[in-house]
């Protein structure tokens, strides 16, 4: 039951939730430690910082 104490979700925070729900377990973990924290928001914190950079291959000269 929703009340007046539990507002709606940002635009961001459906994103991030989104973004978390469809990260695997390991995924998961992996975020986290980037973070440093145990907290999901943390992560998607991280994950917003570094935009592009951790979604593109990585080459190995």
């Excluded at 995924?27 to 980037?34: F, I, K, N």
């Excluded at 924290?37 to 080459?59: C, F, H, I, M």
């Amino acid at each position: 039951m929703k009340n007046q104490h539990d507002p709606e979700p940002t635009p961001d925070e459906t994103a991030g939730m989104a973004w978390w729900n469809s990260l695997t377990e390991a995924d998961r973990a992996a975020w986290l430690a980037r973070a440093g924290s145990a907290v999901p928001a943390d992560a998607w914190a991280v994950y917003k910082r570094l935009g592009n950079v951790e979604r593109q291959p990585r080459t190995v000269n």
